[in-house]
């Protein structure tokens, strides 16, 4: 095995938990397509995503948190790049060209390994709503197996799992499918579940499934909704707090915003705020909403897609359809992505500039008017995989046509710190590591490097672990091990934690993690109420 192999080896370790290393190296794909959902029935999809439940996780650059100190970088943030090959999956099928205020495949919908294949579950809206499946092995061509479920027009060769169709198959409808694995399941009939807003019953409900396609609704949600919201509800598991989770909409002053809520076991949920948590602000456009807002676990973070809806609200009053369709006149009702993050899904977190992370495309696109995402990334090599549901046509248009696109975005690559033609630094925050190594992802431009040097509490360097005793990094690697020209600190110089200044040039820095960190010291990410 060569350097580069190991060296992302070692990095797995570091970043997942063992059981979903496991599975991910027997598979031989490195930290590719790691922990293939169908090796690893006991684990969530959002696992590999997220890390270890306690830590440690790759520092990240979109808050303050890993910095103390910076001179001469800037923090940029990055937009996920869309596939030249868009859409990936367009309508092509009768039960997806049926006219519909909106006409073809979209996501709103879930895209996760299962096994060695990518498994899509997408909303068809043709005369109520229905959940379709696709298949990949590389994310980018996919099938649409027959599945033998739902009848429609006089056979069952489709592709279709819950639909609108024969409701009575599953006994229930869904709109924007949250399909979730169920961790350690005892009920084999139990091992997936689909939320979602049923229409017909006016709230979210869950149903479950031994296979991720044959589902069986919760008789009790027909008519006892889960939680009181709107129609748009997004779902995921939170392997820190080791319970479900949702998104939902709800609505500030400012229009359509988002609230949270969550549960133990799926099925009995509480809300900590019953209102909204993330909201339009002072730096957004008075033609702003929030229409809805996926969220997912990464690396010790909870990161938001936020669907920034462009149109205005009304201001006084109470609720009508009138009124709200009388205050949006004039607006573009388009649709765009941004990023949001947070800690504790409470406090949230935007880029000051506002700019789009999955953005529209220009007027001649197929994606030029409004853009929805899937629930969650997925990784594929070292990047990830963001699926969304592109449209022509706004908000509220009679008819809207829409396809499903990929926009990719390299492993850690949201926000970076850049350094040009002239030499910058950062000083890390205290870390309490035992062996002088620390992997970054990372890459460079001609004539540029990245190199680190070990500093004590009081930011001098540690003998022998200055910038001259640093291995230099020339290139592009989402997992290089950086080191010293020394393989451990001697024992006179040890200490409980040391900081890391990089210094880089013509380079951007995504993430890092020091090596082989004292699991008797946790990363201290979520802050209850005791003492500050």
Avoid at 30 to 42: I, S
Avoid at 383 to 407: E, Q, T, W
Wanted: hydrophobic share 35%; glycine share 10%.
């Amino acid at each position: 095995m060569n350097h580069h192999s190991l060296s992302r080896r070692h990095f797995l370790q570091l970043t997942a938990s063992a059981a979903a290393g496991a599975a991910a190296w027997k598979f031989g794909r490195g930290f590719a397509q790691a922990a293939p959902a169908g090796d690893a029935p006991g684990l969530p999809f959002e696992t590999v995503l997220a890390g270890p439940a306690k830590g440690p996780w790759r520092r990240l650059f979109l808050d303050a948190w890993a910095v103390e100190e910076s001179a001469g970088l800037t923090r940029v943030f990055h937009a996920a790049e869309k596939h030249p090959g868009n859409p990936v999956l367009k309508g092509e099928k009768p039960w997806e060209t049926v006219p519909a205020a909106i006409t073809g495949p979209y996501v709103y919908g879930t895209v996760a390994w299962e096994g060695d294949k990518l498994r899509m579950w997408y909303q068809i809206l043709t005369k109520g709503n229905h959940v379709a499946c696709a298949e990949s092995t590389d994310g980018i061509h996919w099938t649409r197996p027959e599945l033998g479920i739902v009848e429609f027009n006089g056979s069952k060769a489709n592709n279709l799992s819950v639909s609108a169709f024969h409701p009575e198959l599953a006994g229930g409808e869904c709109h924007n499918p949250s399909v979730i694995r169920c961790p350690n399941a005892t009920d084999p009939q139990k091992r997936y579940a689909l939320y979602g807003f049923d229409g017909p019953a006016g709230h979210a409900r869950v149903a479950y499934s031994p296979d991720g396609l044959h589902w069986t609704y919760v008789p009790e949600t027909k008519k006892k909704a889960l939680f009181s919201s709107s129609d748009v509800v997004n779902f995921f598991y939170d392997p820190y707090q080791q319970r479900y989770t949702v998104t939902w909409k709800t609505r500030s002053r400012r229009g359509r915003a988002v609230g949270v809520g969550w549960s133990d076991d799926g099925l009995v949920w509480s809300k900590p705020y019953d209102g909204p948590l993330f909201a339009a602000d002072d730096l957004d456009p008075d033609a702003t909403q929030i229409y809805g807002m996926p969220v997912f676990p990464y690396q010790g973070l909870y990161l938001g897609l936020p669907w920034m809806y462009n149109a205005r609200y009304f201001k006084s009053g109470d609720y009508s359809v009138k009124k709200l369709h009388e205050a949006q006149e004039g607006s573009p009702r388009t649709m765009e992505i941004q990023l949001a993050w947070s800690w504790d899904l409470i406090s949230w977190t935007r880029e000051p500039g506002r700019q789009q992370f999955i953005p529209r495309g220009a007027k001649d696109q197929w994606d030029r008017d409004m853009v929805l995402t899937s629930r969650a990334p997925v990784l594929v090599g070292d990047k990830l995989y963001f699926y969304y549901g592109g449209c022509v046509g706004a908000h509220d248009d009679k008819r809207v046509n829409a396809a499903i696109g990929l926009a990719t975005l390299r492993l850690d690559g949201f926000c970076s710190m850049r350094a040009g033609d002239a030499e910058g630094w950062l000083i890390s925050r205290r870390d309490p590591f035992r062996r002088p190594a620390v992997t970054i992802n990372a890459r460079t431009g001609t004539d540029g490097y990245v190199l680190a040097e070990i500093l004590d509490r009081k930011n001098r360097v540690v003998p022998g672990f200055s910038k001259d005793d640093c291995l230099a990094f020339r290139g592009d690697s989402v997992s290089h091990e950086l080191k010293w020209k020394s393989a451990e600190i001697p024992a006179a110089q040890k200490a409980n934690d040391y900081k890391i200044r990089f210094r880089l040039k013509n380079a951007d820095l995504y993430s890092y993690l020091p090596a082989d960190l004292d699991p008797g010291q946790p990363d201290i990410a979520r802050v209850g109420a005791g003492k500050a």
